[in-house]
């Protein structure tokens, strides 16, 4: 069975790892409301997309 000779460093593990973290998700302004939503998606609050009514507005 294969054994490690030497143990792994922190900075040699932590290196290695630097590609695993995840991204904070894109943010953008509706054009309608000014809420802030998800791009390519409706606006939660006004419902529209693209300009276009496309949901029933929750108010």
């Known amino acids: 069975m294969a ?3 030497r143990k ?3 900075s ?3 290196t290695r790892r630097t590609h695993k973290k995840t991204d904070a998700p ?3 302004k ?3 409301c000014g809420e802030i939503r998800l791009p390519h998606h409706a606006c939660p ?3 529209t ?3 276009r009514q496309v949901i ?3 108010v």
């Open 30 to 32: 509706c054009s309608q």
């Open 12 to 14: 040699k593990r932590n």
């Open 26 to 28: 894109n943010i953008s």
């Open 8 to 10: 792994t460093s922190k």
């Open 45 to 47: 609050s006004c419902g």
């Open 3 to 5: 054994v490690p000779k």
């Open 49 to 51: 997309y693209k300009d």
């Open 56 to 58: 029933k507005a929750e």
